[in-house]
């Protein structure tokens, strides 16, 4: 049912553009890799640029979807040595250098254990430990072979990149964008949120940060320009059972869903710039957001703090507390009467 619905949904893809003009914004809403996305440009060339990018979008999950037969991905789980786009080939490179930078945090071989769950899919299902402890030998980024152009992995592993897909899928769309001459606009991909440029008046966009324990409230504003700000939370896709809630962020090491003190994790980061090439600092911010969800306040911010990336963080604990670094203490915006008590890391 819940494919169908999907089906559903991207058979009647929202267009809604309005009266042209460099003031007057253009936006698109289709449903494309399990999510609603939105994208918004302003200028001459918008609607051209909202085209060229859903087109892109649409190619990416054609590309990278496990669960469509013809990709790539799907191609490489099936068995065998495959010869993949230059493309899927760094990306997938990519993906197994944030695993060894993460310490197996984020790793893209969690597949075996996301579909014995099966929280995405309309019958999730609680494991027994026999289960897991079977599929965990699965798991590890030892698993995957590249060479060149050529994907292998060991017998019994798949890859899933439901963790780092839409963060490369922003961008590409920010590449779209910057083609067509597009100075303003904003994406959003379920929650990876990209900002070009300011608002056409000047001012900054406002990021809304969501209160992970209430889908109609934030627990933080960003002022943002030119920034990625992709969030990973616990709140995403769930079910519950016997009284007990089960998300669908697992931690590689224990095959279950990680269970860190942490209910969100947005990593925020500067744009690629226009001479952008190959997997970005929005793909960077959607796997390390999963990764920190999976690590825990203090891991996290100890990997900030030293592992040499560049980016910045807004932490959302389960006992209250929203964590900010320091690099964003000029674009942070509390929310009065949110219930969480707030605070500044350097």
């Known amino acids: 049912m819940k494919r169908l619905l999907c089906l559903l949904l991207a058979l009647c893809m929202v267009l809604s553009l309005t009266a042209?003009?460099?003031?007057?914004?253009?936006?698109?809403?289709?449903?494309?890799?399990?999510?609603?996305?939105?994208?918004?440009?302003?200028?001459?060339?918008?609607?051209?640029?909202?085209?060229?990018?859903?087109?892109?979008?649409?190619?990416?999950?054609?590309?990278l979807s496990r669960t469509i037969d013809t990709s790539e991905i799907s191609q490489i789980n099936a068995g065998g040595a495959v010869t993949v786009s230059e493309e899927t080939a760094s990306l997938l490179a990519q993906a197994q250098t944030y695993t060894a930078a993460t310490d197996g945090a984020f790793d893209i071989t969690i597949a075996p254990l996301v579909s014995l769950w099966g929280i995405t899919t309309d019958s999730?299902?609680?494991?027994?430990?026999?289960?897991?402890?079977?599929?965990?030998?699965?798991?590890?980024?030892?698993?995957?072979?590249?060479?060149?152009?050529?994907?292998?992995?060991?017998?019994?592993?798949?890859?899933?990149?439901?963790?780092?897909?839409?963060?490369?899928?922003?961008?590409?769309?920010?590449?779209?964008?910057?083609?067509?001459?597009?100075?303003?606009?904003?994406?959003?991909?379920?929650?990876?949120?990209?900002?070009?440029?300011?608002?056409?008046?000047?001012?900054?966009w406002r990021v809304g940060i969501r209160d992970p324990q209430d889908e109609n409230a934030l627990a933080a504003v960003l002022t943002l320009r030119d920034a990625y700000a992709i969030t990973s939370g616990g709140y995403e896709r769930y079910f519950t059972e016997n009284g007990n809630t089960y998300h669908h962020i697992i931690d590689p090491s224990t095959g279950y869903p990680a269970d860190s003190g942490l209910l969100s994790v947005t990593v925020v980061a500067e744009a690629n710039g226009p001479d952008f090439s190959g997997p970005g600092n929005g793909t960077m911010c959607d796997a390390f957001s999963t990764a920190l969800f999976v690590m825990g306040e203090e891991r996290a911010l100890e990997f900030w703090q030293t592992g040499g990336y560049d980016f910045d963080l807004v932490l959302v604990t389960a006992d209250g507390r929203v964590i900010i670094t320091d690099g964003l203490s000029d674009r942070f915006e509390v929310v009065k009467d949110s219930g969480y008590t707030y605070e500044t890391v350097s």
Not at 29 to 38: G, K
Not at 46 to 63: G, K, M, P, V, Y
């Open 124 to 204: 999730p299902y609680v494991p027994t430990q026999q289960e897991i402890d079977a599929l965990l030998p699965l798991v590890g980024a030892e698993h995957l072979h590249l060479s060149g152009d050529t994907a292998t992995l060991d017998d019994g592993c798949a890859i899933d990149l439901g963790g780092i897909a839409k963060g490369y899928t922003s961008d590409c769309v920010e590449a779209v964008f910057r083609e067509n001459k597009i100075e303003s606009g904003k994406i959003s991909l379920g929650g990876n949120v990209f900002v070009l440029g300011g608002k056409p008046d000047g001012a900054d």
């Open 20 to 63: 042209c003009g460099g003031e007057q914004p253009e936006s698109v809403q289709l449903f494309a890799m399990d999510t609603v996305m939105d994208l918004t440009a302003y200028g001459e060339n918008a609607a051209a640029a909202l085209t060229d990018a859903s087109r892109e979008i649409n190619r990416l999950e054609r590309l």
